[in-house]
């Protein structure tokens, strides 16, 4: 054999020596590929949540949260509206306690503890962020004239944030009881159905209070108080009546209407996910709790934060305020020098 057939001998063999190697890296890196989505897919499987919750989306939310939750705390200070405090910054520190076990569990889906704290927070979150919303409208009440409501701005209070607080201890309960047999390893399904309990109570008192609303603005716009107002001196018939609507209360009508919307689209997704089971495909599917739950409540409380009623509402009640004090001292001078 001359030095040139020798030589295409040995380039074919190293050709031939090189392709096996890089089959073999090829089919290595398949392989590992292959291993790691299995063992990502087997992860999703034996996780709590049928899922590993996605580690970026549960920082911006997180994010979102806290800003949404500090901007809260420095307007109520601001414009010492104090029942913010225990509604809407509570709110936010319970989904920001959610959302941060959510990301502990996206670091290490078998944390029994962060799976059990989000079911908890994230249940509960919403709850006292209802309660404002329910004050608020009482103060709306009050500004535009309480003749056009079946209820006084006092009793929305009391009434609807007592509905608020039970469907709150029974979905703490609820919570509890689901996160506990999680973590011994037994069916959560009673807890669940007790969770479910409480926000088909909570779901039922936004409704009526829905209808309160909707009601009261239509007996508003169209003129028609509740009952006449027989009986009232002159002046107290003055503090009763229709009273016109400003730019700033317009505003926070549109912004409550808007959050009874997305926390009423919360509520029904949360009841239809308990409905469905623990094992369900809504509750073991991520997208529609980033959507249906963290991106609604997202939403409201950054509704509130910009349409926010201490700036809004509390110049307006104190200007009203006034004019009826002025109203009111005007209708006494009349009726002295009367009399005089």
């Known amino acids: 054999m001359d030095a040139t057939s020798s030589a295409n001998v040995t380039a074919t063999a190293a050709s031939a020596v090189l392709a096996t190697s890089a089959s073999a890296v090829a089919s290595s890196a398949v392989t590992a590929a292959s291993a790691s989505a299995a063992a990502v897919s087997a992860g999703a499987a034996l996780s709590p949540y049928g899922y590993v919750p996605t580690e970026w989306i549960c920082i911006v939310f997180l994010v979102l949260l806290s800003i949404s939750t500090a901007l809260h705390i420095g307007e109520a200070a601001m414009t010492r509206s104090w029942y913010i405090f225990p509604t809407a910054v509570l709110a936010g520190i319970l989904e920001i306690m959610g959302w941060m076990a959510r990301f502990k569990s996206s670091e290490n889906v078998y944390l029994t503890w962060a799976f059990e704290m989000q079911i908890t927070c994230t249940i509960l979150g919403p709850t006292p962020l209802l309660a404002a919303y329910f004050m608020i409208l009482g103060y709306i009440i009050d500004i535009l004239g309480p003749s056009y409501s079946r209820l006084s701005p006092k009793l929305y209070s009391i009434i609807f944030c007592t509905g608020d607080i039970v469907s709150l201890i029974v979905q703490g309960v609820g919570g509890g009881i689901a996160a506990a047999a999680f973590g011994r390893g037994k069916d959560p399904e009673q807890?669940?159905?007790?969770?479910?309990?409480?926000?088909?109570?909570?779901?039922?008192?936004?409704?009526?209070?829905?209808?309160?609303?909707?009601?009261?603005?239509?007996?508003?716009?169209?003129?028609?108080?509740?009952a006449p107002n027989s009986g009232?001196?002159?002046?107290?018939?003055?503090?009763?009546?229709?009273r016109r609507m400003s730019k700033n209360v317009k505003l926070m009508i549109v912004g409550l209407t808007f959050t009874i919307a997305v926390i009423l689209v919360r509520s029904i997704y949360r009841t239809l996910e308990l409905i469905d089971g623990w094992t369900g495909r809504i509750i073991t599917t991520q997208l529609y709790f980033n959507v249906m739950d963290g991106a609604m409540i997202v939403l409201a409380m950054y509704s509130l934060n910009f349409i926010h009623p201490g700036f809004l509402l509390k110049r307006q009640k104190n200007r009203d305020e006034m004019l009826r004090l002025n109203s009111v001292g005007k209708s006494s001078s009349d009726d002295a020098s009367m009399w005089a």
Do not use: W
């Open 191 to 226: 807890g669940g159905h007790i969770m479910l309990g409480g926000i088909l109570f909570q779901m039922f008192c936004l409704i009526i209070f829905t209808l309160c609303f909707v009601e009261c603005f239509y007996r508003y716009f169209t003129n028609k108080p509740v």
């Open 232 to 242: 009232l001196d002159d002046a107290l018939m003055k503090s009763a009546a229709r």
